[in-house]
């Protein structure tokens, strides 16, 4: 007889751990991975606070900043859309692995918008709706305030004399900067890497959107960068977001994706979304366009 009950008893636990194996492992499969950069995970973990993302109608705060809030825009968007299923971030260091994270389908797609201009592996890659519509991305000249030289810059003649800091992976900001005619400029592949140039004043400025805080300064890897007043360079093009065509649930997901993203923009919640966090920034609406 205790034989049989301390069978039973085996049975039962070895049935228990099966079945939580098997829920945990569905849960696994159930899960939707999106790949976005280190420095974003970590601001948006800063934003967030503990909060629901599907639940924020305010943009601005604490580690707030575009690519912050396409996180957060792009999971109120899969909800609207209809996708229930959980969502869990992976991180990497530069736009080069994100994209490869996608294309191999690792992750189901990239939590910020991209360029449409380098969305042309459509073999591979789904692509969204835009989030970011032709003429609406502008950007700062970023530096440290101990960077005077740079402060005073008051035309594209003065800018020209600079050294500007980028990434070739980054093709409308390079080509931008190239446009511009710099009489230096640096290619690094990590925006980390960028900012730490601009630090130690091998480069004069980086560029960057507008920042949502008073005076639209900002501090990332611990480095205070201000903008250079009165002069925004406009980026021409539009953004979207990356699906995975090799990722089972892409097809779903960019579904999903495009029908939220519609309502979101008809309802006023993308424009509020991206004026709350300074990127469409009234501030800057009458400083000079140097490009």
Known sequence: MKKITSFLILLLVTSFAFSQSDKKQQVQQDELIIVIPNDVKRDY???????????????????????????????????????????????????????????????????????????????????????????????????ILENQKTLRATS?????????????????????????????????????????????????????????SKDMSFTPEGIHLVPVQGLKIGLQGTRHFAVSKRHPKGKEVIKALDKGIKLMKEQGIVYKAYSDSGFFNEKVKNWKNII
């Open 156 to 212: 594209l003649q003065d800018v020209r004399a600079l050294t500007a800091v980028s990434s070739k992976a980054w093709i409308i900001d390079w080509q931008t900067l190239n446009a511009m005619e710099m009489s230096s400029l640096i290619n690094t592949v990590k925006w980390t890497s960028m900012v730490k140039m601009v630090a130690k004043g091998r480069a004069d400025f980086l560029l960057a959107p507008f920042q949502p």
């Open 45 to 143: 973990d800063l934003f967030l606070a503990g909060r629901d993302p599907l639940k924020i109608n305010h943009y601005g705060g604490l580690g707030s900043r575009r690519d912050v809030i396409e996180v957060v825009l792009i999971q109120q968007a899969l909800a609207l859309g209809g996708i229930t299923d959980p969502i869990r971030f992976i991180v990497t260091s530069s736009h080069a692995r994100i994209i490869k994270q996608v294309h191999a389908g690792k992750a189901v797609m990239s939590g910020n918008s991209i360029w449409y201009d380098l969305l042309n592996d459509r073999d591979l890659l789904y692509v969204s709706e835009e989030i970011i519509e032709n003429g609406q991305f502008e950007a700062g000249l970023y530096t």
